[in-house]
């Protein structure tokens, strides 16, 4: 996500001079970019819950990302840097589908893993309320013209898709029996 906010942020300084909808922008992907940078090292705060269960995070790093997310994430580069950095929104928009604090504290009460793991859901669970609400505002204010909420929609859909067809993965592989 950090590198995705940076790169729209990028895209929107270039265009904001003649273009309003990126000028609108700016200012609420240098907050949010802030506000997603939990660690030093992108991802790092998600690697440290990893490294509490004994997953070496060198072993992440060097992951080769799946097919899924290679389209996720590749499919947002190209609408941000081909078309409009609004394209962002539509991935950000899944904030707003947050972890609640109930089903994570039943998470870790059934899982009997360690609540240190669970770091990032439990920030999510709270930062992300009012990060839905404040993208909401920003989108309000936006002179969004059809072009962009198209592009949005798009791009909301495409990143639910690929994150749904990732988890069921993720499930169907866990299920197959050793």
Not at 60 to 70: E, G, W
Not at 121 to 141: I, K, P, Q, T, Y
Not at 143 to 170: F, K, N, Q, T, W
């Amino acid at each position: 996500m950090i590198r995705l906010l940076e790169t729209a942020g990028a895209r929107t300084r270039e265009l904001a001079p003649e273009d309003r909808v990126a000028a609108g922008l700016v200012d609420y992907l240098e907050r949010h970019l802030v506000d997603e940078t939990h660690s030093p090292e992108p991802g790092g705060a998600v690697l440290d819950d990893l490294a509490v269960l004994g997953i070496e995070p060198d072993g992440v790093r060097v992951q080769l990302p799946s097919p899924r997310v290679a389209e996720l994430v590749g499919g947002l580069y190209f609408w941000i840097l081909h078309y409009h950095p609004v394209a962002v929104l539509g991935f950000v928009q899944l904030e707003a589908y947050h972890p609640d604090r109930e089903s994570v504290e039943l998470l870790i009460e059934r899982t009997g893993l360690s609540r240190e793991a669970f770091g990032q859901l439990l920030l999510h669970a709270e930062v992300d309320v009012g990060h839905a609400a404040e993208l909401r505002d920003v989108l309000d204010s936006l002179p969004l013209e059809r072009r962009h909420e198209e592009l949005i929609g798009v791009s909301a859909l495409h990143s639910m898709s690929c994150l749904m067809d990732e988890l069921l993965d993720v499930v169907d592989t866990a299920a197959i029996p050793a």
